[in-house]
T-cell receptor
Framework: NAGVMQNPRHLVRRRGQEARLRCSPM?????VYWYRQLPEEGLKFMVY????????ESGMPKERFSAEFPKEGPSILRIQQVVRGDSAAYFC?????????????FGQGTRLTVV | AQRVTQPEKLLSVFKGAPVELKCNYSYSGSPELFWYVQYSRQRLQLLLR??SRESIKGFTADLNKGETSFHLKKPFAQEEDSAMYYC??????????????FGKGTLLTVNP
């Protein structure tokens, strides 16, 4: 089991472009969580998804950010029209059904830089 | 609102010395507390949970509800303990027990 895989590891975008961050959960995990870590800050919860469902997106900015976890394929965090303030490390975690944070495993993160 | 405070951004000790990484929290219900560690260039990984009451890699942490603290301790630090350490909290059951609130982290450096 390769663990939670995130790609790309590093992503550079110009202001106004779109950023797509991918997260492949561990085998057997159907729950995905996205966290954002701004410079000098702790990780902050963004969104919790199950296959084809958004369970809790209370931590997502209201505009430009969206997330999905389709029936097939990885979970995608999409940021439209990126701005400098979106520069951060974005972490994905996955867990099996019913385990919540107790059995959540994290990916290595995607470091987004907006220039 | 739930909050986790790690007052020390940086902590430097010598090999063999005791180490304590501080964590204080604020939560209205019954929290579950965690310590996560991130070694250089590696992913964030769970070090220990308060309900497990276990010792991992020589580290222990006791939940003190009176002081709302969950400090991480190790009696004799090793160079390989050098890493970023994050304290985190979630609700105990139901509701949003899947949601972790993290502190800002403490970078521990163990010098030879």
């Amino acid at each position: 089991n390769a663990g939670v895989m995130q790609n790309p590891r590093h992503l550079v975008r110009r202001r106004g472009q779109e950023a797509r961050l991918r997260c492949s959960p561990m085998k057997g995990h159907s729950h995905v969580y996205w966290y954002r870590q701004l410079p000098e800050e702790g990780l902050k919860f963004m969104v919790y998804l199950q296959k084809e469902n958004i369970i809790d997106e209370s931590g997502m900015p209201k505009e430009r950010f969206s997330a999905e976890f389709p029936k097939e394929g990885p979970s995608i965090l999409r940021i439209q029209q990126v701005v400098r303030g979106d520069s951060a490390a974005y972490f994905c975690a996955s867990s099996p059904p019913g385990a919540g944070t107790k059995k959540a495993f994290f990916g290595q993160g995607t470091r987004l830089t907006v220039v | 609102a739930q909050r986790v405070t790690q007052p020390e951004k940086l902590l430097s000790v010598f090999k063999g010395a005791p180490v304590e990484l501080k964590c204080n929290y604020s939560y209205s219900g019954s929290p579950e507390l965690f310590w996560y560690v991130q070694y250089s260039r590696q992913r964030l990984q769970l070090l220990l949970r308060h309900i497990s009451r276990e010792s991992i890699k020589g580290f222990t942490a006791d939940l003190n509800k009176g002081e709302t603290s969950f400090h991480l301790k190790k009696p004799f630090a090793q160079e390989e303990d050098s890493a970023m350490y994050y304290c985190a909290l979630s609700g105990w059951r139901g509701g949003s027990n899947y949601k972790l609130t993290f502190g800002k982290g403490t970078l521990l450096t163990v010098n030879p």
